[in-house]
């Protein structure tokens, strides 16, 4: 199934067998495509790109589909990368966090900082910190793999 074409976003780069790759979901994933492109919201004069993942419900593509400015999507990959590490070392805290120190990290970004942080407005956190633990350790080997594949990416880069 190839990904469609004219809907308003408008790919370039595509990967059309995403759902064969889509982490624990591969070979039974409504993802079925990523691609780069140009964006849905541009207006008239201003041309900017973006990255979509595309789902298909069986019968149709789905409104559930995202598409992300690249710059987001690169966010994204960093706060993956950022809570990885900080699960690295979450066990020498009791709660698996500081509550007297939420705060992870400050990733300057742009003349200011994206601030992550421990969730502590979120009443179940002593529980969903170790839940989210526990899975990001199941996923460790398909996360370790993509970890590597972006660090030699990025390396090749220049960066």
């Not at 990255?51 to 994204?76: F, H, I, N």
């Not at 960093?78 to 966090?97: E, G, S």
């Not at 742009?110 to 179940?124: K, L, R, Y």
């Amino acid at each position: 199934m190839n990904i469609p074409t004219n809907l308003k976003h408008k790919p370039v780069i595509v990967v059309p067998n995403y759902e064969q790759v889509d982490g624990k979901q591969a070979n039974d994933s409504d993802a079925k495509g990523l691609s780069i492109g140009l964006a849905q919201w541009n207006d008239r004069g201003s041309v900017e790109a973006s990255a979509k993942v595309w789902r298909y419900t069986g019968e149709k593509w789905s409104r559930q589909s995202e598409e992300l400015p690249l710059t987001r999507a690169l966010d994204l990959a960093i706060l993956v990368c950022r809570t990885n590490l900080y699960f690295q070392d979450a066990y020498r805290f009791p709660k698996f966090y500081n509550p007297e120190q939420p705060i992870i990290d400050r990733i300057g970004l742009q003349g200011d900082a994206m601030s992550v942080e421990v969730c502590t407005d979120n009443p179940m956190i002593d529980t969903d910190i170790r839940l989210l633990h526990d899975a990001l350790s199941q996923e460790g080997e398909r996360l370790g793999e993509r970890f590597r594949v972006l660090a030699d990416m990025l390396k090749q880069m220049g960066y």
